[in-house]
């Protein structure tokens, strides 16, 4: 079981807004690490799509945007196209584990 | 442009070993962190191994504690993982990843992953 917890699925229609949790304990994203994340199109490797909270590296989209509260955090994706269907992931910092660790991830579909 | 490629993937044997290696260019490669993450089918990431750029500071999951060994050669710009001991739950795609820098924790490129699968 994840140190990141993630809902398995979302669901939007096309032009919509969704938005994914990560949830994090008091040794992760509550003791202030930073959270990242990655998106995993079919088929394919992950790719670092929101890093350090809320940057984005050069050619994402800003469709993408990233928070961070507290011991959670959320991205979001404004003007849902078909091709973000993927699997989203975050990552941070575990004190305790003194590892990175990843969220189960979420699966993104797009009606 | 960044690239990172695995090799020395396939079937092993459960007790065997395997050596994965991982070429990479495009970067200096002696200035970033590198690890491997897999994914068993159908699951997600778990992070296997992180090395630093002086392979100083080594970090294993517990599952992979005391049977795997991360290492890379600077000279040679390539990050292997010796699996020994092979467990069926080590079965999954394994990626090689480019720290940010250093000391990142979080990683900026991803190679294309390679399968390793352990069966009698």
């Known amino acids: 079981q994840s140190l990141l917890t993630q809902p398995p699925s979302v669901s939007g229609a096309p032009g919509q807004t969704v938005t994914f949790s990560c949830t994090g304990t008091?040794?992760?994203?509550?003791?202030?690490?930073?959270v990242h994340w990655y998106q995993q199109l079919p088929g394919r490797a992950p790719k670092l799509l929101i890093f350090?909270?809320?940057l984005r590296p050069s050619g994402v989209p800003d469709r993408f945007s990233g928070s961070k509260s507290g011991t959670s955090a959320s991205l979001a994706i404004t003007g849902l196209q078909a091709e973000d269907e993927a699997d989203y992931y975050c990552q941070s910092y575990d004190l305790s584990l003194r590892s990175v660790v990843f969220g189960g991830g979420t699966k993104l579909t797009v009606l | 442009e960044v690239q990172l490629e695995e090799s020395g993937g396939g079937l092993g044997q459960p007790g065997g070993s395997l050596r994965l290696s991982c070429a990479a260019s495009g970067f200096s490669f002696k200035t970033y962190a590198m690890a491997w993450v897999r994914q068993a089918a159908g699951r997600g990431l778990e992070l296997v191994s992180s090395i630093s750029g002086n392979g100083g500071d080594i970090h294993y999951a517990d599952a992979v504690k005391g049977r795997f060994t991360i290492s890379r050669d600077n000279s040679e710009n390539t990050l292997h993982l010796q699996m020994k001991n092979l467990r069926a739950e080590d079965t999954a795609v394994y990626y090689c990843?480019?720290?940010?820098?250093?000391?990142?924790?979080?990683?900026?490129?991803w190679g294309q992953g390679i399968r390793v699968s352990v069966s009698s």
């Open positions: 008091d040794s992760n994203i509550g003791a202030g690490y930073e």
């Open positions: 990843l480019k720290d940010r820098s250093d000391s990142s924790a979080f990683f900026d490129s």
């Open positions: 350090v909270n809320t």
